[in-house]
């Protein structure tokens, strides 16, 4: 089976968990949807680059998460969560690709 790139499920779960509280009207499906997602992408941050950094890109994730919503009073709904996904995925390559000493 291929693999998906965290980077990719992390970055969709926002933008799915988003468009399926919006099209169903049931927020709590969207959440399950998110939280699917997150879920994944931190199984997959933790086999790729360990505890520490799952943790912190599960935090970034649900910072994401909680940062779109001021965000879109800002900018709009979608550009909003287009915007913190795309963080989010920069974050996870960044994060799961540098072999950084330290």
């Known amino acids: 089976m291929a693999k998906v790139p965290a980077a990719a499920v992390a970055a969709s779960g926002l933008i799915g968990g988003y468009a399926v509280a919006r099209w169903t009207k049931k927020r709590p499906l969207g959440g399950v949807a998110l939280a699917a997602a997150g879920g994944v992408a931190a199984y ?20 994401a998460f909680a940062g779109s919503h001021p ?11 287009f915007a913190v996904a795309g963080g989010m995925a920069a974050a996870s390559l960044a994060v799961t690709r540098c072999r950084c000493s330290g």
């Open 71 to 81: 965000l879109a009073k800002k900018i709009g709904a979608w550009p909003s969560v």
């Open 44 to 63: 997959e941050w933790n086999r790729q680059a360990g505890p520490r950094a799952a943790a912190g890109l599960t935090a970034a994730y649900v910072a």
